[in-house]
């Protein structure tokens, strides 16, 4: 990957993958859009307060870090454990993949770049980013379950 594609990736395109998420939301029609607004309601500070717990009792220094050398963009030096852009992208990825697969798919594969350039970009070890796509995975899916069940989703 060249180094300028891994700093925007790193940086930028989550702005990007947000903008899909809500061009595919304002798309649809308003019972959809009432159903994404039930599960992100839920989802999004869940899977936030889960990664805020979660890096209490796991620290990783960032690769950086631990292995001191200059990354491809600056960042603090804290717990690396998990990314914040990796719960977010992941979040809204399986938000929209609840209700269109296609459209679920490409934000994935933004989702992916992004959080490979932050590996690249020496900001992330793949854990961090691993970590945020099963956190962000399971609370969508929980909260789909239960939602469903009490026919917010229907």
């Not at 809500?22 to 599960?39: A, D, G, M, R």
């Not at 269109?100 to 590996?119: C, D, E, M, Q």
């Not at 970590?131 to 969508?140: H, M, Q, R």
Request: with cysteine; glycine share 4%; hydrophobic share 55%.
């Amino acid at each position: 990957m060249s180094e300028v594609f891994i700093i925007f990736s790193a940086k930028y395109l989550i702005y990007f993958l947000v903008s899909f998420f809500l061009i595919y939301f304002f798309l649809q029609n308003k019972t959809l859009k009432k159903k994404i607004i039930w599960l992100a309601v839920f989802t999004l500070p869940t899977v936030f307060a889960m990664a805020k717990i979660l890096s209490h009792f796991y620290f990783e220094a960032r690769p950086f870090v631990a292995e001191n050398f200059v990354p491809l963009i600056s960042h603090a030096a804290d717990n690396g454990f998990p990314s914040d852009h990796g719960l977010l992208s992941f979040a809204l990825t399986c938000i929209v993949f609840s209700f269109n697969r296609k459209w679920g798919i490409a934000l994935f594969i933004i989702g992916i770049i992004i959080g490979t350039s932050r590996v690249y970009a020496g900001i992330h070890y793949p854990v961090d980013i691993f970590g945020s796509f099963l956190i962000s995975a399971v609370t969508v899916l929980l909260y789909y379950i239960i939602l469903k069940r009490f026919n917010k989703l229907d």
